[in-house]
T-cell receptor, first 112, second 115 residues
């Protein structure tokens, strides 16, 4: 089946540092999404990418949809303690039904 | 406006018992989804619904049944619980599938343990 390779699995950084994580696949997808999950909560959508090459920002977050449509990255600039959580990439399964396929997540820890 | 709510928040079952998880949304969304999340894994789609009275299988549907009798509710049933179904279950809803600017909203989750 389809597999999203998300890396790194975990990151431990100091407040103020920049963060970069990425997601790759052997298959082509037309939509890439980035979610954040905090402890005890459901995922919350951060950024949605719908076009190859698209670069989108949301505050300190920036994400890009790879030209090959097989990858995406998420950058967080000047991290703060509330950035702590698990970040997931997700893709749509090839229709507009919203059947999402998730990566395994990147656990981010930010030290003050 | 409560968004997506899930009942119960926690539950412990014995193998072979049955239970129903309830998901409710007050956003008049057409599409609803049930996912499960296991340690170190992303969410995996169990079943989904594209409207009242409709259901369809997702990635991992075995051992689960669902019903969408009312637009605002999506029920997930376990007829005979197994330890492999120990997981955190998330419900989500969206207005109209996956289109630009059409976000999928998630509930807070139900933590289920099957002994």
């Amino acid at each position: 089946g389809q597999q999203l390779n998300q890396s790194p699995q975990s990151m431990f950084i100091q407040e103020g540092e920049d963060v970069s994580m990425n997601c790759t696949s052997s298959s082509i997808f037309n939509t890439w999404l980035w979610y954040k999950q905090e402890p005890g909560e459901g995922p919350v959508l951060l950024i949605a990418l719908y076009k190859a090459g698209e670069l989108t920002s949301n505050g300190r977050l920036t994400a890009q949809f790879g030209i090959t449509r097989k990858d995406s990255f998420l950058n967080i600039s000047a991290s703060i303690p509330s950035d702590v959580g698990i970040y997931f990439c997700a893709v749509d399964r090839g229709s507009t039904l919203g059947r999402l396929y998730f990566g395994r997540g990147t656990q981010l820890t930010v030290w003050p | 406006n409560a968004g997506v709510t899930q009942t119960p928040k926690f539950r412990v079952l014995k193998t072979g018992q049955s239970m129903t998880l309830l998901c409710a949304q007050d956003m008049n969304h057409e599409y609803m989804y049930w996912y499960r999340q296991d340690p170190g894994m992303g969410l995996r789609l169990i079943h989904y619904s594209v409207g009242e009275g409709t259901t369809a299988k997702g990635e991992v549907p075995d051992g689960y049944n669902v019903s969408r009798l009312k637009k605002q509710n999506f029920l997930l049933g376990l007829e005979s619980a197994a330890p492999s179904q120990t997981s955190v279950y998330f419900c989500a809803s969206s207005y109209q599938g996956l289109k630009r600017n059409n976000e999928q909203f998630f509930g807070p989750g139900t933590r289920l343990t099957v002994l």
